[in-house]
């Protein structure tokens, strides 16, 4: 097997799919020539030719209006939003349009679109290229919400949404593009939607998590191990449909849990899954599922960033909340 | 039916041109500057490159954050922004940190916009701009709103935007165009073309034969200038202004300019999109090399009016840098208490927690 940074293994899932279905389109802001402003598309166009893998003019409404268009027409568009806070330009398209297009024409059309971007904080970055905005797509009908944590992951979340008949958000950490290599195979596999990971089995509390929070709450994790407390994290994968089951499961064993995210506090994916352990597991808490957030601010300019960002003393501090209820 | 009675065409069209690229200037066309305005022009532009290249190597060394390089367009940056007076706004785009400048914004605050600083975006009373926008077209559709303003409150004021060859595929820019079309703004868009947008040619962001054309759906004034010419530039915003002061509505001045460096210094590598040939061809333009060639011939500048100038430049990047570094940092409690005016109880406890035990 190929160790790949996951930057590779999102490459590698794009080729892959543009191999094997010719329905299979790739564009966006500078993907083609010169293969993204991060090399996630390097190579494809010279591969796969112009005609499948190509610039589009700056302009995301265009970039959201031509992916619905062509699913429309039977095409399969993975559409790249250069980074995450432009997809304000592209809302309409996202979330009014291709969202519900299949609900609109009674089943007729649909929008079988990839949305991929790259958000999150910690690469010191301008303002509006890292916020956490899953929350605002989570709330969105009819749009499903891909995040993942590691090289394997995301090859196989990315091939099953490129090949998923509903558009797929598919947000890409910047911090794990290029921080560590993992194992992924060679050719066609996929890792499902909707399906959570126990990326670390425990008894004591169950942290919940997903993106680059996945790293940081698994050495939170060894580090309360040392403390006598036992953690089982759980790497969500896909926020929306969101794997409730296995989350349930996990409360079950551990009746003690905390969500970890990187977005702010407030209404955001967190507050789904507390909600949502409130309705289908309230007897077999010990505590209150309390959240490890950023705080409800813009995300801080890249001076203070590291300071708003979660991290592993506030995960840790919070099991202890839950603990010692 | 005759074929051209019922297509909309355009003619052709000339930039409009001062300065030939071995000095000579065109007398005719000639703005009316003093003597003293034509050094400053100079000196501006000559200050400007040598802080730009610092401003390169203090992003390499890690004392800046994001940076947008200039080089090269200085006289469509320096001579668009001495056109107007200081109670004139300014709406500009992630590389229009000399416009700001030169309109009044401190240069140390500059860098700390740079280096994700709030105080960085703290513009001073008196100064009449908007902070550098990264979101590519919201500076044009706000124009719109700080020209429609201007309007109502009687002010003989304009409003300048700033945006690039890929900004003018945005909806923002058509429809900012089109409000201050449909209001009659006193506004002045600005597309600086320089031939880019990040790795992309404008052959690929746009079918039309000249950016300038697209103001013409709008139904504003729109033309085509040398944006490597600082007279030109200067001329045709000045006549904008005068356009705009005087209720005749909006302007759309496209740039031909180039930039030397890459697109930022983050990340961003021009030989993978650009040849050695294009970049000489466009060194030959060089604003500044041309303007020194005609004050030379009018004996407005010397050796060592350049000299002299490079080394205030130097000098007054390196005590700018200074003041943004020892500016004390930012904190999260401030950030909290900067979202409202009046904090609210949820953050009021969110601060508290920071403080007490979720501090770093
Ligand atoms: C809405 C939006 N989309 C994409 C980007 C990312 N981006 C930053 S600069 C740039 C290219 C801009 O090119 P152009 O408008 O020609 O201006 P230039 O920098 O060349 O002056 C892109 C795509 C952004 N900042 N905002």
């Not at chain 1, 490459?11 to 083609?32: H, I, P, Q, T």
């Not at chain 1, 790497?235 to 989350?247: A, K």
């Not at chain 2, 914004?105 to 902070?131: D, I, T």
Request: hydrophobic share 40%; charged share 25%.
């Amino acid at each position: 097997m190929a160790q790949m940074t996951m930057i590779e293994a999102i490459k590698d899932a794009m080729r892959v799919e543009l191999e094997r279905d010719e329905n299979v389109l790739l564009f966006g802001e500078d993907v083609g020539h010169v293969g993204g402003v991060f090399r996630a598309t390097e190579g494809l166009q010279k591969q796969f030719g112009e005609d499948r893998v190509f610039d589009t003019p700056l302009a995301e409404s265009g970039i959201g209006g031509l992916a619905l268009g062509l699913g429309v027409q039977g095409f399969r568009p993975i559409a790249e939003i250069q980074f995450v806070g432009f997809i304000f330009e592209v809302m309409d398209s996202i979330c009014a349009q291709a969202s519900r297009m299949r609900y609109r024409s009674g089943g007729k059309y649909n929008s079988p679109i990839t949305f991929r971007t790259p958000f999150g904080g910690g690469v010191h970055a301008p303002e509006l290229h890292t916020d956490s905005l899953e929350g605002l797509m989570m709330q969105t009908p009819g749009i499903k919400v891909v995040i993942p944590s590691n090289p394997y992951d995301a090859k196989g979340l990315l091939i099953s949404a490129i090949r998923d008949n509903d558009p797929v958000f598919f947000m890409e950490h910047l911090k794990l593009y290029r921080s560590f290599r993992g194992e992924v195979p060679e050719g066609e596999y996929t890792v499902p939607i909707g399906k959570a990971n126990v990326v670390r089995e425990g008894s004591d509390v169950t942290i919940i998590t997903y993106g680059n929070m996945v790293h940081t709450s698994l050495k939170a994790a060894e580090e309360l191990e040392k403390q006598g407390v036992q953690a089982e994290v759980i790497d969500l994968r896909t926020l929306m449909p969101l794997d409730i089951e296995t989350i349930v499961e996990s409360v079950k064993k551990t009746n003690r849990a905390i969500v970890v995210q990187e977005a702010q506090k407030t209404s955001g994916a967190a507050a789904e899954i507390m909600a949502q352990i409130n309705e289908k597991a309230i007897l077999h808490l010990e505590a209150p599922v309390i959240r490890v957030a950023a705080p409800d601010t813009v995300v801080a300019f890249g001076q203070i960033e590291k300071e708003w960002l979660p991290n592993e003393k506030r995960v840790i501090a919070g099991v202890k909340e839950v603990i010692n209820f | 039916m005759d074929k051209a009675s019922y297509e909309v065409r355009t003619n052709k069209v000339e930039l409009l041109s001062i300065l030939s690229l071995d000095g000579k200037v065109n007398e005719e066309l000639l703005p009316n500057l003093s003597d003293e305005q034509l050094k400053e022009l100079m000196r501006r532009m000559v200050f400007t490159r040598t802080w730009d290249q610092r401003a390169i190597s203090l992003q390499r060394q890690g004392r800046l954050g994001f940076y947008a390089p200039v080089s090269g367009q200085e006289a469509s940056m320096i001579g668009s922004e001495f056109a107007l007076n200081k109670e004139d706004f300014i709406c500009p785009g992630y590389r229009d940190m000399p416009q700001l400048v030169w309109h009044g914004l401190p240069m140390y605050q500059a860098f700390l916009y740079s280096k994700g600083h709030q105080h960085g975006g703290e513009v001073p009373e008196g100064v009449n701009v908007l902070m550098p926008q990264i979101i590519i077209g919201a500076q044009i559709v706000q124009s719109a709103g700080v020209a429609m303003g201007l309007k109502k409150r009687g002010k003989k004021n304009v409003v300048i935007t700033y945006t690039g060859d890929g900004g003018s595929s945005q909806g923002d820019f058509y429809e900012g165009m089109n409000f201050a079309g449909a209001f009659n703004l006193p506004a002045i868009f600005v597309v600086q073309n320089n031939g880019y947008a990040i790795s992309t040619p404008s052959s690929k962001q746009t079918a039309a034969e000249t950016i300038a054309q697209k103001g013409l759906a709008a139904g504003i004034k729109s033309v085509q200038v040398d944006g490597m010419d600082v007279l030109a530039m200067y001329k045709a915003v000045q006549e904008a202004a005068e356009r705009g002061r005087n209720g005749e509505g909006a302007t759309l001045i496209e740039a031909i300019t180039y930039r030397f460096g890459p697109h930022s210094m983050s990340g961003d590598d021009p030989t993978k999109y650009r040849t050695k040939d294009e970049e000489s061809k466009w060194a030959l333009k060089d604003p500044i090399v041309r303007f020194r060639k005609y004050l030379e011939t009018k004996n407005l500048w010397t050796e060592d009016d350049e000299k002299n100038t490079i080394e205030d430049a130097k000098q007054t990047v390196a005590d700018q840098i200074k003041k943004a570094e020892s500016t004390a940092k930012m904190t999260i409690p401030g950030l909290i208490d900067s979202m409202f005016e009046t904090t609210p109880p949820h953050l009021e406890e969110q601060k508290k927690a920071y403080l007490e035990k979720e501090g770093n």
